[in-house]
């Protein structure tokens, strides 16, 4: 669900889309998984809650992104410091093997200078 939360924010989505996403999944599944229409306002519930939490997590781990690719360009680095990369990766869940994920306006920090950003 966060893959499909943040590739829709890449899309330019601006706000929430779990809702239409569920909508799809139940229009699609619900003959097959009946539950998925009986439980429809509880799974909703909790996707939406998800979508929010992701949501500050990835505001979060931005601003961390944002901040460690100044510094890097500050100090005259081109390539962010592998504990930052960590950081980024096993903490907020940035990915760190798919440069092509990251928005243009950004640096991958594992295969793009810090000066791309």
Do not use: C
Not at 50 to 69: H, M, P, R, S, Y
Not at 72 to 78: D, F, M, R, S
Not at 85 to 97: C, E, K, N, V
């Amino acid at each position: 669900m966060r893959r499909a939360i943040r590739n829709m924010r890449l899309l330019g989505a601006t706000g929430p889309v779990v809702k239409d996403l569920v909508d799809t999944v139940i229009g699609m599944m619900g003959q097959q998984y009946p539950e998925l229409i009986t439980d429809r306002e509880r799974i909703e519930k909790v996707a939406l809650a998800e979508e929010n939490a992701f949501l500050k997590t990835l505001k979060a781990g931005t601003n961390i992104l944002d901040t460690a690719v100044t510094d890097t360009k500050a100090a005259g680095g081109t390539v962010l410091p592998g504990d930052k990369a960590f950081l980024l990766h096993d903490t907020w869940g940035f990915p760190s093997t798919s440069p092509w994920r990251w928005p243009p306006s950004r640096a991958s920090p594992w295969t793009r200078t810090a000066s791309a950003a």
